[in-house]
């Protein structure tokens, strides 16, 4: 088991509705000193493979993407999730359907900063029926630039978006799949 | 002239309605390194300061506030900016008025994870009405934390966000306090 695995199983609580709350150290107080740790596992799984972007979509994956793109030495690029007065332009954009606010909602990268010589490597939080994920990966297609994998700390392996994506020949490289979740039973993807 | 300030120069564009476009190293794609220089020199402002959490709000504050947070040691907490499923019971809050989106919005933390034992340092990448800043300092206040003060990487001094927070007595640490800025002269505080 490593570090995130025993911190889920020390820290995280099941809610209803499959939630695996961990904001005491993933996604609301954010414990960084762990997310270097995820980032160093990241990189060594990538190691050898050329990446000059980390990406993510705001809000709760740029913790981890600032560090994990800190760690490779590369910039970060963060999807915006509604079109706000700082970007003006050309965007990219792929429409997804938000299972945590119910409703569709538009990521948009600005097309200035992203390039189809650009090696990409997709960060998140968490991953469930990957829309999210699947809408970044959809705006690297779109720019033309090389999708080097996914990488992710918690995926519910139960809701199959990582594996949609292996399905597809993506490398999706997750610190922690979750394939069972009940109150004090938490069950990880050997 | 700092790093910031030079890049500011170098790399920024005056849009119409007060925008300063920094989005190709600050707020969409984000420069890491430049996020690592940053936090070092706030860290030097507050050197000697006992700091034991850092905090910003969602989204483009969160890269800053990461790398400031791992350089200082301690967590990041990040303000929500509306109830997702995934934050459960008590609640702190802070009405403000987001004039990005132009409507009111309520800032969130869950109780669980600030108390008065902590001493908070505040991180953004912009001030400008300062009002996502008052709402945090708001949140601090009512949890009874202490404020040891509020960092910024870009502050338009012109509209006084920044000043109305120092006239309450509190520090207020800005890399590059914009004074005026058109397209081609951006021009800051001494």
Do not use: C
């Amino acid at each position: 088991m490593n570090e995130l695995q025993e911190r889920i199983i020390a820290e995280g609580r099941v809610l209803p509705g499959d939630i695996i709350k961990v904001d005491g150290f993933m996604n609301h107080r954010v414990d960084t000193a762990l997310m270097r740790s995820i980032a160093r596992d990241i990189k060594a799984h990538f190691e050898g493979r050329e990446i000059t972007k980390v990406m993510t979509v705001e809000a709760s994956g740029i913790p981890l993407a600032t560090i994990t793109a800190d760690e490779f030495g590369v910039p970060l690029l963060f999807a915006k999730k509604a079109k706000s007065d700082n970007i003006e332009g050309g965007l990219v954009k792929s429409e997804i359907f938000s299972y945590t606010y119910k409703k569709k909602v538009t990521l948009i990268v600005s097309a200035e900063w992203i390039s189809p010589d650009d090696k990409i490597l997709i960060v998140d939080d968490f991953m469930a029926n990957g829309e999210a994920m699947r809408g970044l990966v959809e705006i690297v297609d779109q720019v033309g630039a090389e999708l080097v994998g996914v990488a992710i700390a918690i995926e519910k392996g139960f809701q199959g978006g990582g594996d949609r994506l292996r399905a597809r020949g993506i490398d999706v490289y997750s610190l922690a799949i979750v394939e069972h979740a009940e109150p004090g039973n938490i069950v990880f993807r050997e």
